[in-house]
């Protein structure tokens, strides 16, 4: 795979939770910390995603907001 993102995260499929249009896929990676992202829920089911699948986080942004208390 080759890919114009500079931030792939690799990681494992925690938990898919389907809904009515959009699907939440939480990706494990491997220090423990968790990626979370809302995808279309054909697009879950045309990857294939379940629990314990492979996966990359590709994050692509513009903006990257940093936030302290």
């Known amino acids: 795979m080759k890919i114009s993102a ?3 995260l ?3 499929v925690k938990q898919v939770k389907p809904g009515p249009v959009n699907a939440e896929v ?3 990676l491997s220090g423990g910390a968790q990626v979370v992202s809302v995808i279309t829920r054909e ?8 629990a314990g ?6 994050i692509k942004a513009s903006n990257v907001m940093i936030a302290v208390d």
């Open 43 to 50: 697009s879950a089911e045309a990857l294939s995603l379940a």
């Open 53 to 58: 699948k492979g996966v990359y986080a590709v």
């Open 26 to 28: 939480v990706v494990e």
């Open 6 to 8: 500079r931030n792939v």
């Open 10 to 12: 690799n990681g494992t």
